[in-house]
């Protein structure tokens, strides 16, 4: 946060005794229910996740079109760097030089 003061948009630090939380513990009923949200919340990511994993790399590649482009570019920049190397070898090949 800026303590500064030069910016007057940004709202002031709220560190030590300026939080509102200082001097205050929350009580176990409400550990409770955070506790029981982020189970909740970590239950739905994993079964979210399990759904990903059954379409095929079809269905993914076309619900996913920028990585659909991404693994292209990909494949052209290897694609090149394998044709560089090949070129690479045939031309010490030729002078004879050793790698």
């Known amino acids: 946060m800026n303590d500064t003061g030069t910016n007057k948009n940004i709202r002031p630090s709220r560190k030590g005794n300026l939080n ?5 513990h929350h009580s176990a009923a409400t550990k409770q229910k955070q506790s029981d949200a982020a189970i909740k919340r970590n239950q739905e990511y994993k079964k979210a996740l399990s759904n990903q994993h059954n379409i095929s790399m079809d269905e993914f590649l076309s619900n996913n079109p920028s990585v659909k482009e ?5 494949a052209q920049s290897v694609i090149k760097e ?4 090949v070129v690479w070898r045939k031309l010490h090949q030729r002078m004879s030089i050793p790698l």
Do not use: C, D, H, T
Request: overall charge positive; cysteine-free; aromatic content about 14%.
């Open 20 to 24: 509102p939380m200082w001097g205050r």
């Open 70 to 74: 991404y693994i292209k570019q990909l």
């Open 82 to 85: 394998e044709i560089n190397k």
